[in-house]
């Protein structure tokens, strides 16, 4: 006895899975804008937007942590990396010293994840630029919110 309406029902399922999956990657593809929500951007160069993420701003050890994200505006395309448009740093800071030094990076192209390294134990302190640099600007603005 045939079923007249399974084929229907697998057309049915396969719609169904379809939207599913392109549901899903609505939602992924939303996530990097909601997740920038809490961002502020602090600074700009001709290739980039730096932001900082406020909630991040945690005093330890006698020093500060805070985490930045730069958004490019060209594909990066590092030696030996996988291509990618923004770069989450984290860093800690030395306010009274006037140091920095970085723990880690993790690098998205759209909402997949490019990379992600650990860098705590292949960086050293190293000064902090100029007030008018990157590394400046970020400096004072984490330095101030973490009195």
């Known amino acids: 006895m045939k079923h007249p309406h399974r ?3 697998r057309t049915t399922a396969a719609c169904r899975l379809v939207a599913s ?3 899903a990657a609505a939602l992924l593809a939303a996530l990097p804008a909601q ?10 160069t001709p290739r980039k937007k730096v932001l900082l993420q406020r909630d991040s701003i ?11 994200l730069y958004r490019y505006d060209e594909l990066q395309t590092d030696v030996g990396k996988t291509p990618y448009r923004t770069s989450r740093y984290l860093y800690d800071y030395d306010c009274k010293g006037g140091r920095e030094k970085a ?8 909402p997949l994840e ?3 390294i650990d860098l705590s134990r292949h960086t050293e302190w190293k000064a902090v630029g100029g007030p008018t640099t990157v590394s ?3 400096f004072k603005q984490v330095c101030a ?3």
């Open 35 to 44: 997740a920038a929500e809490n961002w502020t951007e602090i600074a700009s």
């Open 21 to 23: 999956a392109c549901a």
């Open 58 to 68: 945690r005093a330890h050890d006698g020093m500060v942590e805070a985490w930045t």
């Open 7 to 9: 084929p229907l029902h």
């Open 145 to 147: 919110q973490a009195r």
């Open 114 to 116: 490019v990379h992600d």
């Open 103 to 110: 723990r880690r990076v993790v690098s998205h192209n759209g």
């Open 136 to 138: 400046g600007i970020v």
